[in-house]
């Protein structure tokens, strides 16, 4: 799993797909969810550090 981390918060997704201006978000069913465009995103982060590590990484 993934998060796309946004100004207004998170998206978690299962797999995520590039674009020219964006990123496109599907969950576990390779269901679109949402586009977020790249101007908006401040991180992609991997699920796996959030149980790795206790700290905040925002």
């Known amino acids: 799993m993934y998060r796309a981390i ?3 918060g998170q998206i978690a ?3 995520y797909e ?10 576990e069913d390779d269901e ?4 977020v465009p790249y101007a908006n995103l401040h ?10 590590d206790e700290r ?3």
């Open 56 to 58: 905040s990484i925002m």
């Open 18 to 27: 590039h674009t020219e201006t964006g990123l496109e978000l599907y969950d």
């Open 6 to 8: 946004l100004p207004e």
């Open 43 to 52: 991180a992609l982060a991997d699920d796996e550090i959030y149980a790795a």
């Open 32 to 35: 679109f969810l949402a586009f």
């Open 13 to 15: 997704c299962e797999r």
